[in-house]
């Protein structure tokens, strides 16, 4: 049986193993990337991100089961930013098996953010590309935080969801703001708390003020249509504001729905087939940055870069002329 | 004059220039940096981070004030991963004109994260060089949040700080704990409010938690030498827990005093120069990078891109067999 056909049968064990073999970035990883790849493309990626004590983990399983009701098979990578001694992973863990233990259309698996950010993204990406081969319809990206791994996941996912609560505070308001930016869809859970209508309005207000900011954000060195609404009318899309009691299930069924338009949105406007080609693109070029980094590795012996190094740590060149040395004797070799 | 004459000579026009030159990464930039590379190294590189709402840019103003007491030129770099939308960076840097303003002997520049990471990172390090070149003492990077751009910035950093306050909530907490595993100094700022003492010691417990993994973390590979404390004592840092009220200057002082003593530590441990080289070692590496790409850009015609990149989006090949397939013709150039 070929991989794949291992993969869409179920088989548990070659998608762990699999997922190790990404994750470590082996050659057989790298092999069955390759062999998986034509069966992509039809799993809808979901961003799902917010801070710590907005209950995001609960509202994933909420999630989970809803889609599992639908019979989707549902994928959750948990993307953990913070150290490895917080408790916060392994709780949201536990809460999970509870859930969606047993559960066969379920697999969950959890990444540490260690190691560079371009390496996690990379990595993500890369689950996502396996769970959609696998033939999980649904694969829910989760992230702690509010900084540039919530941009890059972003650009991952074909919707993002952006989860606040009440009563976290206004001080941490502020830092949210560049996460509005990349939402699709926003999420007050915690709604059965005091303050829902506070958060509800701060979020509408931010995103009112960040409307036209996030238009040209996203339509970057398109600003001619963007003061032409009627052409660009396919690219609007109004990220709704949705309340949830995740631990009830309350308004579940409701953010499914938004999600739902959003992704009819993305295939109606074409924006689909734009972020599959943008997303391969860039998965594309950091892979050629890192074959071109070894092929340079291959020709420049480490003794000849350990010479330049030492000559800029001893500030005799600097490292943009350390560069322009190392490209000559790249160039030579080649040429040899 | 030549252009690091200007610059030492307090040039703030020069300076302005050059910053802007840099941030444009246009050649002038890259000519400027090799000029005045050879005069970096004596400047102390302090990173200060925290959440909005610690009253971090408070804090830096009192630290400003304080160095230059001691005599010290002190540049700021105020990098806002926040959306342009927000006040918060306006309002900081509003508060740091009354305090600073008309001081030659101070310079503040702020950068807003846009576009990537690998991008800001660098510009930042650059910025550093230019100030420390151009005889600031003392360079303050200060950012807010918390994530990859804190941990990247503090690879950049001499010395770490980072601010906490009372009564911000115990669920942001957990995400304030990868920030501790970069702290070489930590501060409890608004330290006249109640809960002042449970921050303190919420701060030492997860530093006693993490001080083990924080130790394996720094010295990755040589675990052997972590088991034997006597042959490793140089590389020994226990962060310190200050207590400031920053709106009244008060535990700035210590403060500094404690950020000499990393100072002091680092040099007296060798880990100042591991510190500098690991820096230049990164810089050149992300350059080479790029010479490497824009290499493989002249070499390739644009259609022969686009042809391959067109089977990707079909799904006739994986990026990975694309990347084969341009080497293969990157190889086929440099050998004609």
Redesign the interface.
């Known amino acids: 049986m070929t991989l794949i056909d291992s993969l869409q049968n179920g088989d548990r064990l070659a998608l762990t193993r699999l997922l190790t073999q990404v994750e470590n970035d082996s050659a057989a990883g790298?092999a069955g990337?390759?062999e998986i790849?034509?069966h992509?493309?039809r799993g809808h990626l979901i961003g799902i991100t917010g801070?710590?004590?907005t209950g995001k983990s609960s509202l994933v399983n909420q999630l989970a089961l809803h889609y599992r009701k639908q019979g989707k098979r549902v994928a959750i990578i948990a993307v953990d930013?913070?150290?490895?001694?917080?408790g916060?992973a392994v709780l949201g863990d536990r809460v999970r098996m509870r859930d969606l233990a047993g559960d066969a259309g379920v697999f969950i698996r959890s990444m540490a953010?260690r190691g560079s950010?371009?390496g996690l993204a990379q990595t993500t990406a890369a689950f996502a590309q396996v769970f959609d081969a696998a033939g999980f319809e649904i694969v829910m990206i989760e992230t702690?935080?509010?900084?540039?791994?919530e941009v890059d996941i972003a650009r991952l996912a074909h919707t993002t969801v952006v989860v606040e609560a009440p009563g976290?505070?206004d001080?941490?308001q502020?830092?949210k703001?560049?996460i509005?930016?990349i939402a699709d869809v926003l999420v007050v859970n915690k709604a059965d708390r005091p303050g829902v209508e506070n958060t509800e309005k701060a979020l509408k207000s931010m995103l009112e003020?960040?409307h036209p900011?996030r238009h040209i954000f996203q339509h970057h060195g398109r600003a001619m249509q963007v003061e032409s609404p009627r052409d660009d009318s396919s690219a609007l899309w109004i990220p709704p504001i949705r309340r949830t009691v995740a631990l009830e299930g309350r308004g579940v069924s409701e953010l499914v729905e938004s999600i739902a338009a959003h992704a009819a949105h993305l295939h109606v406007s074409g924006e689909w087939a734009t972020r599959?080609?943008a997303r391969?693109?860039r998965?594309?070029e950091a892979?050629?940055?890192r074959?071109?980094?070894s092929?340079?590795q291959q020709d420049v012996a480490e003794a000849q870069i350990e010479s330049v190094?030492g000559d800029?740590?001893k500030?005799?060149?600097?490292?943009?002329?350390?560069?322009?040395e190392?490209?000559r004797l790249?160039?030579q070799k080649?040429?040899a």
Chains 1, 2 share one sequence.
Do not use: C
């Open positions: 790298r990337l390759a790849f034509r992509t493309g801070a710590p004590g930013p913070s150290s490895p001694f917080t916060g953010a950010l371009g702690v935080g509010a900084g540039q791994n976290l505070g001080d941490i502020a830092i703001a560049g509005l930016e003020l960040g900011m599959e080609q391969l693109e998965e594309t892979l050629l940055a074959a071109l980094m092929h340079f190094m800029v740590y500030k005799n060149i600097s490292p943009w002329e350390a560069v322009q190392l490209m790249h160039s080649e040429q």
